[in-house]
T-cell receptor, first 113, second 114 residues
C-alpha cells in the first residue's frame, strides 16, 4: 500500500514533443506529490510538486495533472528539449509531520533531435 | 538559496577503513536525511534527524552511524563496509515547521568499497 508505481521505465521523445510520465498510488493518506529530476552523478532536484486540492499545476514547460479519484498523477513536459534528458522520479508522502517520501521506480527520459 | 552541500564528492575505501561523509545546509531546515541510491534505482531512506534527534532509522546495519552535531550539519560515519555498500549517498533537508514536506537533495557522495 506504500508503493508508488511509475511508468514507463524509459521514454524516448523527439525534440519539441510532449513527454508524459505516469504514477499511481494506493495509500489514500498521501497528500503531497513531488517530482524530482536527476542527471547522472547528481542528486535529485525538485522539479514541481502538487497537493490533492488542485487538479493541475503548471510551472513553465512542466505540468502536473492530478486525478484524486483514480489515485493517479502525471508529469507532462511540453516542448521537450535535449537538456530535459534525465531520470525522473515521482514521489508521495502522507502529510506534514511524516518525513518519509515514497519514490516511484523512475523513468529514464531521452530527448532526441 | 536551496543548497545542500556534501563532501567528499568521491570516496574509495577498503573494508577495514573508517571514513565519514559530511552534509551541510544553511537554509534553517530542521530535518535532515541520509539516503542510499544504487544505479538506476530510486533513493532509499536510511536515517532521518528531526530537530537534531534521530527520528527514523530504516533498519540500517550498524556499520553506518549517523551523527547530527547541530541543526546545519549531518555526518555519516562508515566502518567495516562491504563492497555491496558501494553507492551514491545522498543527503537531504526539509523545513518541517512551515507545513511543507519539500526535501532538497545535495549532489551526493559516490562511495566505492574495495
Amino acid at each position: 500500500q506504500q508503493q508508488v508505481k511509475q511508468s514507463p521505465q524509459s521514454l524516448i521523445v523527439q525534440k519539441g514533443g510532449i513527454s508524459i510520465i505516469n504514477c499511481a498510488y494506493e495509500n489514500t493518506a498521501f497528500d503531497y506529490f513531488p517530482w524530482y529530476q536527476q542527471f547522472p552523478g547528481k542528486g535529485p532536484a525538485l522539479l514541481i510538486a502538487i497537493r490533492p486540492d488542485v487538479s493541475e499545476k503548471k510551472e513553465g514547460r512542466f505540468t502536473i495533472s492530478f486525478n484524486k479519484s483514480a489515485k493517479q498523477f502525471s508529469l507532462h513536459i511540453m516542448d521537450s528539449q535535449p537538456g530535459d534528458s534525465a531520470t525522473y522520479f515521482c514521489a508521495a508522502s502522507d502529510g506534514f509531520g511524516n518525513e518519509k517520501l515514497t519514490f516511484g521506480t523512475g523513468t529514464r527520459l531521452t530527448i532526441i533531435p | 538559496d536551496t543548497e545542500v552541500t556534501q563532501t567528499p564528492k568521491h570516496l574509495v575505501m577498503g573494508m577495514t577503513n573508517k571514513k565519514s561523509l559530511k552534509c551541510e545546509q544553511h537554509m534553517g531546515h530542521r530535518a535532515m536525511y541520509w539516503y542510499k541510491q544504487k544505479a538506476k534505482k530510486p533513493p532509499e531512506l536510511m536515517f532521518v534527524y528531526s530537530y537534531e534527534k534521530l527520528s527514523i532509522n530504516e533498519s540500517v546495519p550498524s556499520r553506518f552511524s549517523p551523527e547530527c552535531p547541530n541543526s546545519s550539519l549531518l555526518n555519516l560515519h562508515l566502518h567495516a563496509l562491504q563492497p555491496e555498500d558501494s553507492a551514491l549517498y545522498l543527503c537531504a533537508s526539509s523545513q518541517r515547521d512551515r507545513g511543507t514536506d519539500t526535501q532538497y537533495f545535495g549532489p551526493g557522495t559516490r562511495l566505492t568499497v574495495l
